[in-house]
């Protein structure tokens, strides 16, 4: 029988790290969800000690899943352990993550601690660990850049205070795949009881090597791989987990290795991903891109007629691509919403299968074709989008070549919906449409913050599609993201703003 390897997924956590994609506690739990549909075998669901939102988040994602081990990640120290099994506990099969770095440049400038002292450390922070659980991972930051035998030491001293994983994660994206084959091998070598515990590891793509150097790792004993849907995470990403999966699917041969991954599962979740922080799947993006499976060249084209073989490594089906069907009309009855819904992985109540009905039958009036992204896109949109402290009524704006500068009036609501709601208006000019209407929106809400971030683009394709838009803005140190779809580029805009805004007057009550 084939070896398990264990897919971590840690989008929750190191993914969410990465510029933009911060994600609030629905769209977690509706992330992790969807993680567990996926069948990944763990969830790393948030660094509770950073912040009560991470812990509230990391709480609320072990109490809503069920088949999938929940992880919390914490440093080698007593009071973070501490946080961390307070936030993990209730999950059916909780974790304990905990790291310290091993390389000497860590260890002499960040930690300012001897390798003795670190040694110390690790022992301590795993045995206090397993006073709580015995599902504990510990993982030696920078461990590619660590000595190997020190970390054979390392390793050694966690597993014998009872770690059941050991992570050699390349923290900054640093080794090549058979320097990396060569150290795990290493340590499954020379390690004494590293039968006693699963050797795994954690790849950052700042070279580029994620993927190749997790695979590889494989190769030399490593069984579990930890990654991101979509590579997400710390500045170049983490190992995609759609690329590692497939690979060792499609070249079993080579690994000998299966996973619990349900792989029709992996587009859906991309997309799910892809959806919620805003960011769009880039077309060349290997296994879920737009392009991954079109076949553009004359000599490929007729090769692929002749027999889909000879250019396709693996089928659109087998990562739950189906064709672009287009899955609602305007004569669709709301059982059809539901159904779609359901296959989209969402489980809506009587109150918002109506919300979305009208809101697609509205699309459907304008829009002659309604994809599965539109209905994904918009369920987000008007079934989760939480109640806001201001919104969006009306906007009327002006573009011209002439000498009148573009300007946009603006109406908007403040505090709750009903009743105690004060309606407030204005126009603003701005350097093009887009600005005025960010400027309307800033004398408005009272706050000018730095728009650090605007992107546009299209969910589905032609000229009627959706457009996403995506903002991130910063104010007194505090960054929020907004994201948005309409059928009009201007109108997505404005609530893609208005939704930051409400973000960023949020995430400040927080802290
Ligand atoms: O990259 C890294 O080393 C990490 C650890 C905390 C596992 O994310
Ligand atoms: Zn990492």
């Known amino acids: 029988m084939a070896d398990r390897v264990y897919v971590f997924d840690t989008t929750l956590r190191d993914g969410e790290q990465s510029p933009g994609?911060?994600?609030?506690?629905?769209?977690?739990?509706?992330?992790?969800?969807?993680?567990?549909?996926?069948?990944?075998?763990?969830?790393?669901?948030?660094?509770?000690?950073?912040?009560?939102?991470?812990?509230?988040?990391?709480?609320?994602?072990?109490?809503?899943?069920?088949?999938?081990?929940?992880?919390?990640?914490?440093?080698?120290?007593?009071?973070?352990?501490?946080?961390?099994?307070?936030?993990?506990k209730e999950a059916r099969n909780p974790r304990i993550h905990t790291f310290l770095a091993t390389s000497e440049i860590h260890m002499k400038h960040k930690l300012g601690k001897t390798a003795d002292q670190v040694k110390v450390m690790v022992d301590k922070a795993v045995r206090h660990a397993r006073q709580y659980t015995d599902n504990v991972e510990f993982s030696a930051e920078d461990a590619s850049r660590s000595d190997w035998d020190f970390l054979v030491q390392i390793t050694e001293i966690a597993i014998e205070a009872g770690a059941s994983v050991v992570n050699i994660p390349d923290t900054v994206g640093y080794t090549q795949p058979f320097e990396y084959?060569?150290?795990?091998?290493?340590?499954?070598?020379?390690?004494?009881?590293?039968?006693d515990a699963v050797i795994s590891v954690h790849c950052h793509n700042d070279l580029g090597?994620?993927?190749?150097?997790?695979?590889?790792?494989?190769?030399?004993g490593a069984r579990q791989v930890e990654c991101t849907v979509l590579g997400i995470g710390e500045r170049a990403g983490?190992?995609?987990?759609?690329?590692?999966?497939?690979?060792?699917?499609?070249?079993?041969?080579?690994?000998?290795?299966?996973?619990?991954?349900?792989?029709?599962?992996?587009?859906p979740s991309c997309r799910r991903l892809s959806q919620i922080i805003g960011m769009p799947i880039p077309p060349n993006k290997a296994?879920?891109?737009?392009?991954?499976?079109?076949?553009?060249s004359g000599v490929h084209q007729d090769g692929v007629i002749k027999n889909r073989l000879t250019y396709e490594i693996m089928t659109p089906a087998s990562i739950g691509r189906t064709s672009n069907d287009i899955v609602i009309g305007k004569h669709s009855g709301s059982h059809a919403v539901k159904n779609k819904a359901e296959e989209l992985g969402y489980t809506l109540d009587g109150e918002q299968i109506q919300v979305l009905?009208?809101?697609?039958?509205?699309?459907?009036?304008?829009?002659?074709?309604?994809?599965?992204?539109?209905?994904?896109?918009?369920?987000?949109?008007?079934?989760?989008?939480?109640?806001?402290?201001?919104?969006?009524?009306?906007?009327?704006?002006?573009?011209?070549?002439?000498?009148?500068?573009?300007?946009?009036?603006?109406?908007?609501?403040?505090?709750?919906?009903?009743?105690?709601?004060?309606?407030?208006?204005?126009?603003?000019?701005?350097?093009?449409?887009?600005?005025?209407?960010?400027?309307?929106?800033?004398?408005?809400?009272?706050?000018?913050?730095?728009?650090?971030m605007y992107s546009?683009?299209?969910?589905?394709?032609?000229?009627?599609?959706?457009?996403?838009?995506?903002?991130?803005?910063?104010?007194?140190?505090?960054?929020?993201?907004?994201?948005?779809?309409?059928?009009?580029v201007i109108r997505a805009s404005a609530m893609a703003m208005v939704n930051a805004l409400n973000r960023l007057v949020k995430a400040k009550e927080e802290k």
Not at 34 to 39: K, P, S
Not at 287 to 296: L, T
Not at 360 to 377: G, I
């Open 21 to 88: 994609a911060t994600m609030n506690l629905d769209e977690k739990i509706r992330m992790a969800r969807q993680l567990e549909t996926l069948g990944v075998d763990v969830i790393e669901a948030g660094f509770p000690i950073a912040s009560q939102g991470d812990f509230e988040a990391v709480q609320a994602i072990a109490q809503a899943v069920e088949n999938v081990q929940v992880a919390g990640l914490c440093r080698a120290v007593v009071g973070d352990i501490d946080r961390c099994w307070e936030a993990v």
């Open 181 to 195: 084959y060569d150290l795990i091998k290493y340590l499954m070598d020379n390690v004494k009881n590293v039968d």
């Open 209 to 220: 090597s994620a993927v190749a150097n997790s695979l590889a790792a494989v190769r030399a």
């Open 238 to 267: 983490n190992a995609a987990l759609e690329d590692l999966v497939m690979a060792l699917n499609t070249r079993r041969e080579l690994y000998d290795v299966e996973t619990g991954v349900d792989t029709e599962q992996l587009f």
């Open 287 to 296: 296994i879920v891109g737009a392009n991954a499976f079109a076949h553009e």
């Open 357 to 452: 009905f009208k809101a697609v039958k509205d699309l459907a009036d304008k829009k002659e074709q309604v994809f599965d992204e539109d209905v994904e896109a918009l369920i987000l949109e008007t079934v989760y989008r939480r109640l806001d402290k201001f919104r969006l009524v009306d906007m009327s704006v002006f573009s011209g070549t002439g000498d009148v500068p573009p300007h946009a009036a603006m109406v908007m609501e403040f505090g709750a919906v009903g009743q105690d709601a004060e309606t407030r208006r204005t126009s603003e000019f701005g350097e093009g449409s887009i600005d005025a209407v960010f400027q309307a929106i800033y004398a408005l809400v009272g706050i000018a913050p730095k728009l650090e």
């Open 456 to 488: 546009v683009n299209a969910v589905t394709e032609g000229s009627d599609a959706l457009a996403g838009v995506a903002v991130r803005i910063e104010h007194d140190g505090v960054k929020a993201v907004g994201r948005a779809n309409d059928g009009d």
